[in-house]
């Protein structure tokens, strides 16, 4: 019998959506997990059947991204922001430089705490703009000596994302790809490491998910505490201590969902189905909405917007926010309306609030 579900319009910017698939399957077992009499949550993390959940999620990663055998994938705890700490204090030494390409609020919280162990200096910066572009790929400044290159793949609070990354030769390139990892195709090759907090693309809150180039390990500081070091969860396979057991159960079981549904290049093409039904409603709209990004830095994974008047703005969410939708006010320090569009949210939801932008359009023009 097919039960309908109370689902929401989940336009979160994070934690966001989850497939409801995943939801249902996790739900079924959740009490007696593969025979087990325990749900994962209740399993040793040193279980032989604890070890598979774990060690399928990192495979469906590695094949999902194409990771070669040059990297390894860690989980963490302490989300995208403990990174902002952990990278300059694993690669950057006291007097040395490290070049901070910035795009939006997150890349200004990794330069803030790289300057507490080294020499960051702002390699460019759209902030001139409110950070309404990514810059081009030869704006970008480094130098040969730099420790390493940071940037901000996707920036979720301005909505904007890079179509293509710089080449930084021997230069290691460090991504925060918190908010649009397994959005799309990308070559793992070019980075020397990848991080990115699960609860936007990838499953819940509470795991932190970091690609890192082996020989990196091998180069990092070695006078920093053991939870802190990289080498401490690649040596354990992120078995050193406890990790977040659950949170990485439902990691896999969102990562054999993308494999289910296609794969990564029919994730990137339902999402920019998905984005352009949005992005559509404010083209066609003859400047009713406005979008804050440039047409050439649009995000697919966060959709920045203004209606015209304030007024009518404050309108727009109210209204909006009674139909069903979730999560559409934008950001406090851009203000305006932003469309989380993450890879499980619907092309249902999207639709739903394109036909509703371009309703209340007519109503209000
Ligand atoms: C959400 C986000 C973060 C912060 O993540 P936490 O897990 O809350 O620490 C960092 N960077 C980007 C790009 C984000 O979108």
Redesign the pocket.
Known sequence: MKQTVNRAYNFNA?PSALPLEVLQKAQQELVDFRGSGMSVMELSHRSATYEEVHNEAIARLRELLAISEDYEVLFLQ?????QFSMVPMNFLQPEQKAAYVMTGS?SE?ALAEAKQFGQPYEAVSSKESNYRYIPKLDEVRFDPSDAYVHL?S???IYGTQWKEFPNTGNVPLIA?M??DILSKRIDVNQFGLIYA?A??NLGP?GV?VVIIRKDLLEKANKNIPTMLKYSTYAKNNSLYNTPPTFAIYLLGEVLGWVKEIGGIDEIARRNEEKAKLIYDAIDTSNGFYYGHAEAGSRSLMNITFRVKDEELEKQFLAEAKKEGFVGLNGHRSVGGCRASTYNAVPYEACKALSQFMVEFQAKNS
């Open positions: 994070g302490g989300g995208g922001s403990l997150w919280k901000t996707n920036n979720t925060d918190s908010s907090g609860q936007k809150s932190t």
